[in-house]
C-alpha cells in the first residue's frame, strides 16, 4: 500500500509537469473519451477487478498493464482470478481478460464494453494467439501495447490517433507500425482519465448487480465480427476500428479492433 501511495504521489508531479510543459506548447489537451462512457461508482479512486483468464505466458503483460493503469488518481486496476467460461464470456462489474487462438480472422486484440445508458457494466479482452505467434508479432513491445491498449477502451478511453503513419505518440492509446516507444500510457491518458471521472455516481455499476442491467447480455459472442454490430469508426487503413450492437432498452455492446498487419 506505501509503494502503491508512493508511485501515485510520484505520477502526479510527473502528470503536473507534463501537463504544464503542454500549456506552453499549446498542444491541446487529451479528449480521447468514447462519448463519456465510464464505470459507475460513488467515491474515487474506485477498483475495477481485471480477471486473469490468460495462459502464463500472458500474465506478466496483463500484470504490467494493471500496473501502468493504477498509476492514475481516479482507478486502480487490480488482477483477479478469473471467472470467464467458454468463449472469454463476461461477467458483471468486472473486466475478463483472455486469449487463445481465435484464428485467421484479422484481428490482433480486440475490447468489448457493455453499458446500459452511459455506464459501463463489464466488459472482456481477447488476444490473438493465431498472431502472436508469429515471429512480427511475437514479441514484448507488441503484446504490452495490445493489451494495455484493449484494457485502456474497458475504462472509458479511446484512441488518441489512428494513423499508422503519423509519429508516436509515447502511449498504448496510439496506432503505430512500430510499438517500440508505444508500450505504456502517457500523461494524456491518465489526464483523460481524470476528466471522464471527474463526477461521482449515485450508484455503482462495479459489482454483479442484475439491476445494473446486461443481465442478460453474457452469452453474446464478441468473437464474431458479423456480430459486431455497426461500424463506428475507421482506422487510418479503411478498415472498422469500433463497433456499437444495439440490443435494446439503453443496453448496448461497443467493440473496439485492432487489425493485424497480414502482409508480413
Known amino acids: 500500500m506505501i509503494l502503491s501511495q508512493t508511485i501515485r504521489r510520484h505520477s502526479l508531479s510527473v502528470l503536473s509537469v507534463a501537463l504544464a510543459t503542454t500549456s506552453f506548447t499549446g498542444i491541446a489537451l ?44 481516479v482507478l486502480d486496476a487490480k488482477v483477479v482470478t478469473g471467472k470467464s467460461k467458454g468463449n472469454c464470456q463476461p461477467t458483471l462489474g468486472r473486466v475478463e481478460v483472455c486469449n487463445a487462438k481465435y484464428g485467421n480472422n484479422g484481428w490482433l486484440g480486440i475490447a468489448s464494453v457493455w453499458a446500459n445508458g452511459t455506464h459501463i457494466t463489464q466488459g472482456t479482452v481477447k488476444m490473438n494467439d493465431t498472431y502472436f505467434a508469429t515471429a512480427k508479432y511475437n514479441t514484448s513491445a507488441w503484446k504490452n501495447l495490445v493489451m494495455c491498449q484493449e ?51 449515485s450508484t455503482t455499476t462495479l459489482i454483479a448487480s442484475k439491476s445494473q442491467g446486461a443481465a442478460n447480455q453474457t452469452n453474446e459472442d464478441t468473437t464474431d465480427p458479423s456480430k459486431w454490430g455497426k461500424v463506428l469508426k475507421k482506422d487510418s487503413h479503411g478498415r472498422p476500428s469500433l463497433h456499437e450492437r ?6 448496448k455492446i461497443f467493440t473496439f479492433v485492432l487489425w493485424a498487419d497480414e502482409t508480413n
Open 30 to 73: 487529451a479528449s480521447h473519451s468514447w462519448g463519456g462512457y465510464h464505470w459507475a461508482r460513488t467515491n474515487n479512486p474506485f477498483t475495477v477487478d481485471v480477471g486473469n483468464n490468460v495462459t502464463n505466458a500472458w500474465t506478466p503483460y496483463l500484470s504490467t498493464t494493471a500496473t501502468d493503469w493504477s498509476v492514475s488518481t
Open 151 to 201: 484494457v485502456g477502451h474497458t475504462f472509458g478511453l479511446d484512441h488518441q490517433d489512428e494513423n499508422f503513419s503519423n509519429s508516436n505518440l509515447g502511449t498504448c492509446m496510439d496506432y503505430t507500425n512500430d510499438p517500440t516507444t508505444n508500450q505504456h500510457p502517457n500523461a494524456h491518458d491518465y489526464e483523460e482519465l481524470g476528466i471522464i471521472y471527474g463526477h461521482l455516481d
Open 246 to 251: 444495439d440490443l435494446g432498452k439503453g443496453q
